[in-house]
């Protein structure tokens, strides 16, 4: 559910957009008016696109907004909305910049390569996914879209390999982190197995086998 705030900026993108009922533009829209693309916004709480990637995508999707845009910068000043990223989140200082960056560029290399095509989609959901990973909360909420669902659609049109490497349900991010974790081969899991692990609910939408469904709140 779009907070006021993203659904005034959601009303003013998807207006400029060229087919207001296209999927990826409609999510493009709502992580726009979550997100901010401007220098000063802090790390963890950037679009993480960078302005060349904004601006073709811009261009061939929402091509008034691109050509009334010519100078670049905040894009939600642009729209008239203020740029509400300007307090850095609780826990912002607790990791190095570098180390937020490795993680971000191991997380869109992860995604690029599962990407269903080489157009600029998968380019744009990859990079601004990768970032939205480095908050703590939901991904799809870091993102801005409507639900789990929306983001769950984003990943089977545009990176359906990696969606079917998630056999068991795993929350999203938990399971790009799982993946990275398997890559280098280094788990930081307390339990031998998830199946008995007592934060399985964190980690997994449904329930292991034979257990009660727990309750699990909304999921990122
Ligand atoms: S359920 Fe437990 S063991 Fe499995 S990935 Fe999550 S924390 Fe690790």
Redesign the pocket.
Known sequence: MLVRADRVGFARLIAYARDPDNTDQRALACILSHRCNCPDTPYRQALGLDEAELRAVLAEYFPVLAADWPDGGCLRHRLGLACHHEAPPPGHGRFSASLLEQEEQDLCRLFLTHAADSGIWPVVFARSIARACMEPQHLWMSLGLEGRAQLSAILVRHFPALVARNDHD?RWK?FFY?LLCDEEKV????????EI????S???VTSPPGNAPAVVPPEG
């Open positions: 795993m938990k799982k788990w930081t899991c307390k339990a031998s197995s998830c692990c007592p934060h399985h964190e980690c997994y």
